[in-house]
């Protein structure tokens, strides 16, 4: 079973951000300590005027705006070190099954982002796993997934899709013929109430992936890729990389 050894890209995404929100939070204290000089300045010279007050108060301001950057990024953080836990305790998992029967490739590049995991089974079937960290329970309305009874926002099925139809144009290119991609979207920490594919998307959990990635069956060009997986992950390798730097 094939494997990167590097970060993936959300947990390097997760990286960057707490390094913004440490940056502007370096810059909220600078404009604290600014102020406070002011103030004592102010105040041992005696001059309390209309220039000192409106400094003061672009000062603050200005501090306030960094501090709640600071939070923002803070946030956006603290959501990409779920994703990127999610991403991590999915590919653990898929590490744990025979290389006999499965061959992984994990974090490419796409162009909505990155593609999860991508799975090619000895049967023939060609999975691509989009990994979600949200916590709740996951219901089906029509052919919407609701969260704890609202629609999920960024509609996780449609980037799912579009990854899977991008992987199924990708492969394409390197073997001649677009095989069937089988989408998966699992998540992590919910209880998913989903007993049908959405859009044709498999909404599962981990400790169902195993069954959902037996349900496709042999196909000749399945076999074919099954074959030559190392060929396309040499084709791949490229995608990687570019997630990496």
Do not use: C
């Not at 099954?97 to 593609?115: C, H, K, M």
């Amino acid at each position: 079973m094939s494997k990167k050894s590097e970060q993936s890209y959300v947990r390097r995404l997760e990286r960057r951000k707490r390094a913004i929100s440490r940056i502007f939070l370096f810059l909220s204290l600078v404009v604290l300590v600014l102020l406070a000089a002011l103030f004592i300045g102010a105040t041992l010279s005696g001059e309390t005027g209309a220039v000192s007050v409106a400094t003061a108060a672009v000062l603050y301001i200005i501090g306030d705006k960094f501090l709640g950057l600071s939070d923002r990024f803070s946030n956006a953080a603290k959501w990409a070190s779920k994703g990127a836990k999610a991403e991590e305790d999915v590919a653990a998992i898929l590490s744990g099954f025979r290389t006999e029967d499965y061959f992984v490739l994990n974090d490419i590049r796409s162009p909505t982002g990155n593609v999860d995991h991508l799975v090619i089974a000895r049967n023939g079937g060609v999975y691509i796993i989009e990994t979600k960290s949200q916590t709740g329970t996951v219901d089906v309305q029509g052919d919407e997934l609701l969260l704890n009874g609202e629609i999920m926002l960024g509609d996780p099925i449609l980037q799912t899709l579009r990854n899977a139809m991008w992987l199924k144009d990708k492969v394409g290119e390197i073997f001649g013929d677009k095989p069937y991609v089988t989408a998966i979207l699992l998540f992590t920490n919910a209880y998913v109430n989903a007993r049908k594919p959405v859009r044709n998307v498999m909404i599962s959990r981990p400790q169902f992936l195993h069954r959902v990635l037996n349900s496709s069956g042999s196909t000749k060009l399945g076999a074919r890729i099954w074959a030559n997986r190392k060929a396309l992950e040499q084709a791949i390798a490229p995608l990687q990389e570019d997630m990496a730097a």
